[in-house]
Nanobody, 121 residues
């Protein structure tokens, strides 16, 4: 069974950067896609970015606006989320997920525990 472990969250000032990592094990390639979602208190979980294990297809949430990049290292079974130009509105718990290539969280059936990203102004 696939297991996902996020890391790299933390506290940064507005305008700063973070790189999140998600290490996958136990059946990574049984699912087409790895995604990053985020959830802030009182808000719904929303897509940040998604990428297929194969090929170059990616998805990004509308709020990303070129600031974030998702990429993968298949040899390490790891996906990354590079986040630049962070603002307080990006504060949330960020979750790694495995599933189908989709913008919808319901299409992902394996989830990591989440990593907190806090952006101060």
């Amino acid at each position: 069974q696939v297991q996902l472990a996020e890391s790299g969250g933390g506290l940064v000032q507005a305008g700063g950067s973070l790189r999140l990592s998600c290490a996958a094990s136990g059946g990574t390639f049984s699912r087409d896609t790895m995604g990053w979602f985020r959830q802030a208190p009182g808000k719904e979980r929303e897509l940040v970015a998604a990428i297929r294990w194969s090929g170059s297809s990616t998805l990004y949430g509308d709020f990303v606006k070129g600031r974030f990049t998702i990429f993968r290292d298949n040899a390490k079974n790891t996906v990354y989320l590079q986040m630049n130009s962070l603002g307080p509105e990006d504060t949330a718990v960020y979750y790694c997920a495995a599933g189908a290539f989709s913008s919808y969280s319901a299409q992902y059936d394996k989830w990591g525990q989440g990593t907190q990203v806090t952006v101060s102004s």
